[in-house]
């Protein structure tokens, strides 16, 4: 394989939390490798959006991630394609143990965890030979902070997932992008000044100088899309945040 091969053209990559942050950006980065994207979330009104936006080589489906059924209903609507990206997640949920709800952290592992076994476990049959699954952690698991039980919680176990899955899809590949702290709107339940001043302290803290924005993080995803030889493996993309 050269770095000419190294490329999405005329390959089909779903995504399933593609219409925002992190997904979306990604299904910009596929289409500009000449994929086709088919952007997948539970609301109707994000899909017709990032359609609108993502151009004529795009198209979406409103469906919810936790009901197998659906789920499975929609792979079968679409059909053999190339490359699965999950990047789904709600609002993230923080707080001390001792007042935390546990229905809420069950609803993190619904959405983060369960969800992407679910997903993994209907796309299988319709992957392509060459195929690829790209999952999505974050960096809570190897730096937690207080309140972050459930992230990362959630986080460490989709490593685990990541390297089983490897093993038992193989031929097809499985990996996962561990994000540290990204402008993307899982950050939306914040105060606009409380979730600015975190951006600018940490970004201030970070080697790299600054906050990651969704496009920086879409290129390990197009990496692990477009690499044969990576398999089992966690990508960390955090401008340097577990090193300080």
Request: overall charge neutral.
């Amino acid at each position: 394989m050269t770095f000419a091969d190294m490329n999405l053209r005329d390959q089909r990559v779903v995504l399933l939390g593609g219409t925002s942050g992190i997904g979306l950006a990604t299904a910009h980065a596929a289409l500009a490798m000449g994929a086709s994207v088919i952007v997948v979330s539970s609301r109707g009104q994000r899909v017709a959006e990032a359609v609108s936006r993502l151009g004529e080589r795009a198209s979406g489906y409103t469906v919810d991630l936790n009901e197998q059924s659906a789920v499975s209903g929609l792979f079968e609507r679409i059909g053999p394609f190339d490359h699965l990206v999950y990047s789904a997640g709600d609002a993230l949920q923080t707080g001390p143990l001792a007042g935390m709800d546990l229905d809420a952290v069950r609803r993190v592992f619904d959405v983060r965890v369960f969800g992407a076994i679910a997903a993994v476990k209907q796309a299988t049959p319709y992957l392509r030979p060459g195929g690829s699954v790209v999952l999505t952690g974050g960096v809570a698991s190897l730096r937690p902070q207080r309140g972050w039980v459930a992230l990362a919680s959630a986080c460490s176990a989709m490593e685990g997932l990541v390297r089983a899955l490897a093993v038992e899809l193989a031929p097809i590949r499985v990996n996962l992008v561990s994000p540290g702290l990204v402008r993307t709107p899982l950050w939306a339940n914040m105060p606009d000044a409380e979730r600015e001043a975190l951006f600018a302290a940490s970004g201030d803290a970070l080697p790299v100088g600054y906050v990651a924005e969704a496009n920086d993080v879409a290129h390990a995803y197009l990496y692990l899309m477009t690499n044969r030889y990576a398999t089992g493996q966690t990508v960390v993309v955090d401008g340097g945040g577990v090193l300080v």
